[in-house]
């Protein structure tokens, strides 16, 4: 089973306004990372955060992990209709060679 | 600079038909790595290659074989396409297996079972 459950499934938002995704997992991790995928294309990777980092930024991108509630949020600032994409979680489990796990992901609509 | 490839882009197969999804990378990666990406399912692990010459069952392997052809390429089989297995199919690959590798896709394989 899918172990990130990434919340909300969907979300609308006007250009210009700040986006905040969330992904909750189930086990231990070494790290969590965020993909994007455009429609009919694959996914993309954007950020990856380790098990002993809280906070991390990218550009327009800021991830946050808390390890404590295993979760993560992803925040994209002044959001634009090209960041209208669906954006996965995924968990690499604290043993660490293994594959990725996606979360079921979110779909984001940017509104100019 | 093509990443990882896949052929072909769409597929429409008859139920009981066998067919074999292709995917290749130009990145010197070990790892390689097949999914399947359903409406509100996320992607799914089918089977993935931690280095040439070995093979593992994923999430939803049933209905699936691989191969690990040579380090470049890592192929689906589909042996009896059945409806259930009406998907779009990604592969991708990673430098190993180590945790902090990322992982590169293609752009995916749309395949129908009628």
């Known amino acids: 089973s899918q172990q990130g459950e990434e919340d909300p499934q969907a979300l609308s938002i006007q250009e210009g306004e700040n986006a905040t995704m969330n992904c909750s997992y189930k086990?231990?991790?070494?790290?969590l990372q965020w993909y994007r995928q455009n429609s009919g294309r694959g996914l993309v990777h954007l950020i990856l955060i380790r098990s002993n980092e809280r906070e991390k930024h990218s550009g327009r991108l800021r991830v946050t992990l808390d390890t404590s509630k295993k979760s993560s949020s992803l925040l994209i600032t002044a959001s634009r209709a090209a960041d209208t994409a669906s954006y996965f979680c995924?968990?690499?489990?604290?043993?660490?060679?293994?594959?990725?796990?996606f979360g079921k992901g979110t779909r984001l609509s940017v509104i100019a | 600079n093509a990443g990882v490839t896949q052929t072909p882009k769409f597929q429409v197969l008859k139920t009981g038909q066998s067919m074999t999804l292709q995917c290749a990378q130009d990145m010197n990666h070990n790892s390689m790595y097949w999914y399947r990406q359903d409406p509100g399912m996320g992607l799914r692990l089918i089977y993935y290659s931690a280095s040439e010459g070995t093979t593992d069952k994923g999430e939803v392997p049933n209905g699936y074989n691989v191969s690990r052809l040579n380090k470049r390429e890592f192929s689906l089989r589909l042996e009896s396409a059945a409806p259930s297995q009406t998907s779009v199919y990604f592969c991708?690959?990673?430098?190993?297996?180590?945790?902090?590798?990322?992982?590169?896709f293609g752009a995916g394989t749309r395949l129908s079972v009628l």
């Open positions: 995924a968990t690499v489990l604290y043993s660490g060679n293994t594959p990725l796990v």
């Open positions: 991708a690959s990673r430098m190993g297996p180590k945790a902090e590798n990322i992982q590169y």
């Open positions: 086990t231990s991790i070494n790290n």
